[in-house]
């Protein structure tokens, strides 16, 4: 992964993972393999001059991390992502909770309630 639709920089996760890489994996091929695409890649993409982010994100070293670790079912890193973000979801919940902030309801939208939207015969955002 290069390019964020947020940062303009490299991703500070992505370099929080190559400092544990560094220290702790400096002998992989396949970790080595992606600082060598970091040194290499972010100065091609400038040069080609459309490309408004060319820096690493998250992705462009946890799969080299998750390799090293054995976890080489690629299928499996979806589910390992979205656990993740569920884990931060679930977080700010309990933090939510611990300093008494309203309870959030988010309205729940059918596919026949967007459908409807479409035609213009529903107003399915409300008040």
Not at 31 to 51: H, R
């Amino acid at each position: 992964g290069y390019g964020h639709a947020v940062l303009r920089k490299t991703d500070p996760r992505f370099t929080a993972q190559m400092e544990f890489g560094k220290k702790h994996l400096p002998d992989d091929p396949l970790v080595n393999t992606v600082w060598n695409i970091y040194e290499a890649v972010p100065p091609l993409l400038q040069s080609l001059g459309k490309i408004k982010n060319p820096w690493p994100n998250v992705d462009a070293h946890s799969g080299a991390l998750l390799v090293h670790y054995g976890m080489v079912e690629y299928e499996f890193y979806t589910v390992l992502f979205g656990v993740s973000r569920a884990l931060g979801v679930l977080a700010s919940l309990c933090w939510d909770r611990a300093l008494s902030f309203p309870l959030e309801r988010p309205k729940s939208v059918t596919t026949d309630l967007v459908k409807k939207w479409l035609d213009g015969k529903e107003d399915i955002w409300g008040d």
